[in-house]
């Protein structure tokens, strides 16, 4: 049976960000907010996380809603993440749609959020992290204000793979060339010294935008590290283009599969 939606669903919008925080984040291209979900709801995500991280029938190498990192200790493949993970649950598309996240994102832009994309990562023990890079792709349809929300299930930490951020490298904009694929930045695109972890506990947000870079180590504890990663666009740029993102992403991954041989890939 699937868990009822956290009670935040329904709870007024929380107050705008402060002057100073905007300021912030216009600087440095990060913001944490912290213990804006309180411990009885983060329970409650996290029994949704290890009920989904249980369906064994979604959990395949040709569905192509499932991520996967290699083990830093035995070099073996393991299942990492869902992209998308809220049509799999209605718990976490209220956390994905709740008003205290949705106000942040939309007093960044002065205007409402529209989500865009979500997935649950849940860099389970050994999991590899993620080289540096930016979140934006040049596809045409891609926004330029997207953003993503990060909301800690579990603790991010520097054993556990906490994301780490290079501040004020976002106002250079995109780094990569405008070719529609997927890029890793090479380290000398930024300052290595200027690296901030974004150390959260249960229930604090981390944001960041799409231009921003960012990488994180492996998880070197004994426990998972399970973020939700939702992100958002202007409503000016783009609307409601949730669905129509995922259409042009599964194309995408498809034929990226397709280059490589595999091409009994589906979506389930």
């Not at 912030?24 to 991280?53: H, M, W």
């Not at 590290?225 to 409503?235: D, F, G, T, V």
């Amino acid at each position: 049976m699937q868990h009822p939606a956290p009670a935040s669903a329904s709870a007024p919008c929380a107050p705008a960000l402060s002057a100073a925080q905007l300021r912030q984040y216009r600087a440095d291209g990060y913001l944490t907010v912290r213990g804006v979900f309180p411990e009885s709801e983060i329970a409650v995500l996290a029994a949704e996380a290890e009920r989904l991280g249980a369906r064994s029938e979604l959990i395949d190498a040709n569905n192509i809603r499932c991520r996967w990192r290699d083990d830093v200790r035995t070099g073996a493949c393991r299942f990492d993440c869902f992209d998308p993970v809220i049509d799999l649950s209605a718990t976490f598309a209220a956390a994905a749609r709740d008003p205290r996240i949705l106000s942040i994102a939309a007093a960044l832009y002065g205007e409402p959020a529209c989500l865009f994309k979500d997935k649950l990562i849940y860099k389970r023990p050994g999991n590899l992290g993620y080289a540096l890079h930016q979140d934006y792709i040049a596809w045409p349809s891609f926004p330029t204000s997207f953003v993503t929300v990060v909301l800690a299930i579990d603790a991010a930490t520097d054993d556990n793979g906490a994301t780490e951020v290079f501040p004020g490298h976002h106002q250079r904009g995109y780094l990569s060339p405008r070719d529609g694929q997927y890029h890793e930045l090479p380290l000398a695109a930024v300052d290595p010294a200027t690296g901030v972890l974004l150390r959260l506990q249960p229930g604090d947000l981390a944001v960041f935008g799409c231009y921003t870079p960012h990488r994180s180590a492996p998880n070197r504890s004994a426990s998972s590290r399970r973020l939700l990663y939702a992100s958002y666009n202007a409503l000016s740029d783009g609307g409601d283009s949730r669905t129509a993102h995922y259409q042009e992403f599964h194309r995408w991954l498809k034929d990226k599969y397709a280059e490589h041989g595999k091409t009994s890939t589906y979506f389930r």
